[in-house]
């Protein structure tokens, strides 16, 4: 009698400790499954790391992507709207050169942003001050970055029509230029650049431009230099600078401007903003 019962318990004995081996052996398992994970993400986190430092696109990538959501979600308010901030805290109102100085330490310190910088900004103003223009025509405004650094150093009655399609963009920038005093040089043209662009002649009493910032996104380029010429909004001497032809890059544009005999081209070496990545800006004289 007592042989059988002891069976049982032997037998019950072993199918616990089987059960229990095969939750440890499944603990093990599974550890090891979240080890792997963690070593993975580790993994990619590093080689991203490298990457951001080797590579421009993912700086890119990082900076524009990844860290601006998530800063925007914790913070819930735009990169734009943090720039502006910075500004009103930092800069001195009605002193241009201090917008432009808080917004490079910003995204040099903080957090990256495409203003054209402190580095390509002193070939953007040279060329300005070269030209010394009447009437100039900025593509691409975002938060005002350069259309101050363009409008502090107009001559007196001259003006800076700047387009941005972006309203959020435009309304920073709108304040960005109050706050640096430029407001009287500096017209916001909201919309997008293929819309405004034949509208300058007759809405905005533009007969020709005498300086042309291209600074929107890179693919406008080469069919906004065409619509320009097209609306016989250049005369001869006119001066285009276009920003970024290496990051992100406008071969197409850098093709059609090289070749094209009504147009003499400088190229000037640089870094993208706030960068070490190689970069550059080309000028285009309009040769009529
Ligand atoms: C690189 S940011 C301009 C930076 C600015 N020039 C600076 O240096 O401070 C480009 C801006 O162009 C605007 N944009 C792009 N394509 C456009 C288009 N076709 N018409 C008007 N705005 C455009 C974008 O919304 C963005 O704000
Ligand atoms: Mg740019």
């Not at 524009?64 to 901030?85: A, G, H, V």
């Not at 009103?88 to 957090?111: F, M, W």
């Not at 700047?162 to 909201?190: M, R, S, Y």
Request: charged share 25%.
């Amino acid at each position: 009698m007592a042989g059988p019962g002891l069976g049982r318990t032997e037998q019950h004995r072993k199918r616990s400790e089987g059960t229990a081996s095969a939750l440890l052996r499944k603990m093990l398992e599974s550890s090891s499954v979240l080890l792997f994970i963690v070593f993975v993400l580790i993994f990619v986190l590093l080689l991203f790391a490298v990457l951001i430092r080797k590579n421009a696109a993912a700086a890119l990538i990082w900076h524009e992507i990844i860290r601006e959501k998530i800063t925007n979600f914790i913070m819930n308010q735009s990169k734009e709207q943090r720039i502006l901030d910075f500004v009103l805290q930092n800069a001195v109102r009605g002193d241009p050169r201090s917008v432009v100085d808080a917004i490079d330490k910003y995204c040099t310190q903080k957090e990256w942003a495409m203003n054209v910088g402190s580095e390509k900004g002193i070939i953007l103003d040279k060329t300005v001050e070269e030209v010394n223009p009447s009437v100039a025509l900025e593509l691409g405004t975002y938060c005002g970055y350069s259309a101050v650094r363009i409008a502090r150093l107009l001559k007196p009655g001259a003006r800076l029509l700047t387009v941005e399609f972006n309203p959020e963009f435009a309304a920073v920038a709108k304040q960005t230029i109050e706050f640096a005093g430029v407001q009287d040089k500096v017209k916001i043209l909201e919309g997008p650049s293929e819309e405004i662009i034949p509208q300058l002649k007759k809405k905005y009493e533009v007969d020709t431009l005498d300086f042309v910032f291209l600074d929107h996104w890179k693919d406008r380029y080469t069919p906004d230099t065409i619509l320009i010429q097209e609306c016989n909004l250049l005369r001869k001497g006119s001066v285009l600078l276009a920003d970024n032809v290496i990051i992100p890059g406008a071969p197409e544009f850098l093709k059609y401007i090289r070749n094209n005999p009504r147009f003499q081209c400088t190229n000037y070496p640089s870094h993208l903003e706030y960068m070490k990545a190689e970069d550059a800006m080309e000028k285009a004289v309009f040769l009529g």
